[in-house]
């Protein structure tokens, strides 16, 4: 049986587009529901576009616990069984998490467990290193934290800026995140490494 998956988004989608062209063939995921807290998410027409039926759960104006709860409800009406959060910029509650313990996945433009938060880009040029990355990993209620199920390193480059560096990691984000959900899917422990060139 193909498990049931929904992408949460916020924004643009690009990392869900590729999860859900992923999902083809023999692949043991099936993208069921894409998910938007935003409903000028550019994402909703994508997924449309690809056949993926689409949800708007707004969070503004109301309190988090009844904007979860009707995600909550979202999803198990659509029997969903894996959350992959793609770009999506609410922080879930505990609650939430203990609910959908080990079943939802989340893609973070760091090298977890360095550089939580925003401006990730920004605070991999400040620390001087010479790599940066992205990770996915599984959520647990600490904000990007939980069990690193791949990552993808870039090197960081004379005269890199945010948005340069963002613009080199993202397609090694849409590399690692359907590698790794395969892998999630298929049960493999190994951890998924990609390394840009
Ligand atoms: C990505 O950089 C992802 O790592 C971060 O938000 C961005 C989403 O981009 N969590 P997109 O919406 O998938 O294009």
């Known amino acids: 049986m193909r498990r049931r998956v929904a992408i949460l988004i916020s924004g643009s989608g690009s990392n869900m587009v590729r999860l859900i062209e992923s999902m083809a063939g023999d692949h043991p995921g099936v993208a069921a529901l894409a998910v938007s807290n935003n409903p000028e998410a550019a ?3 994508k997924a449309e576009a690809l056949g993926v039926p689409v949800a708007i759960v707004s969070h503004k104006g109301r309190p988090k616990a009844e904007f979860e709860a009707e995600l909550d409800a979202v999803l198990r009406d659509a029997r969903i069984e894996v959350i992959c959060l793609a770009g999506f910029m609410r922080v879930l509650s505990a609650g939430f998490v203990a609910r959908w313990t080990g079943k939802i996945l989340n893609i973070h433009p760091s090298l977890l467990p360095l550089f939580k938060g925003l401006d990730t880009h920004a605070q991999a040029l400040a620390s001087g290193m010479a790599v940066h990355g992205c990770t996915v ?3 647990t209620p600490a904000l990007d934290d939980g069990p690193i199920l791949g ?8 005269g890199d800026t945010p948005d ?3 613009a080199r ?3 090694l984000e849409h590399r690692l995140y359907p590698a790794v959900l395969r892998g999630f899917l298929e049960g493999v422990a190994e951890k998924t490494v990609i390394l840009e060139g």
């Open 151 to 158: 990552q993808a390193v870039i090197p960081i480059r004379r």
């Open 169 to 171: 990691l993202l397609p």
């Open 43 to 45: 994402g909703l027409t």
């Open 137 to 139: 990993h599984l959520v």
């Open 164 to 166: 340069r560096l963002a």
